[in-house]
């Protein structure tokens, strides 16, 4: 493919891009998702699994159209992690408590080797 072509690609992808986010800002706006943090939340759950996808998508055009107040999208997030079960949860917890022990066996080791060097330098 020619760069001519891959350019004229690129620029047609971004008025898509474009024109998708005025689409999607409009439709957002007449469901009232701006101003009712209620309707994000339940335009969320609508998406099941792709929810936090949205939610993203939300937050670009949040970032680039700055219409969305955060307040409404900071409490639907707290929604949006409702639908974790209690195995979810608590195989995320484990999971956070692996990593904490890994930070504290790291800092112990780096602790210990730092002290072996210090014992090293006096003898």
């Known amino acids: 493919m020619k760069v001519y072509h891959v350019k004229w690609i690129l620029k047609a992808l971004s008025v898509i891009g474009i024109l ?7 439709k957002l706006y007449q469901m009232g998702a ?3 943090s209620k309707v994000l ?10 929810a936090p996808i949205v939610f993203i998508l939300i937050q670009i055009i949040q970032v680039v159209i ?10 639907s997030y707290t929604h949006l992690r409702a639908h974790e079960t209690d195995s979810y949860l608590v195989c995320r917890l484990l999971l956070e408590k692996k990593k904490q022990h ?3 066996k ?6 210990r080797h730092t002290i072996e060097n210090k ?3 006096h003898t």
């Open 34 to 36: 701006f101003s009712n």
């Open 66 to 75: 700055p219409v969305l107040p955060g307040g409404v999208s900071s409490v």
């Open 119 to 121: 014992q090293k330098k």
């Open 41 to 50: 939340i339940e335009l969320l759950k609508g998406y099941g699994i792709l």
């Open 102 to 104: 890994n930070r504290t």
């Open 20 to 26: 998708l986010t005025i689409w999607a800002v409009f």
């Open 106 to 111: 790291k800092k112990k080791k780096k602790i």
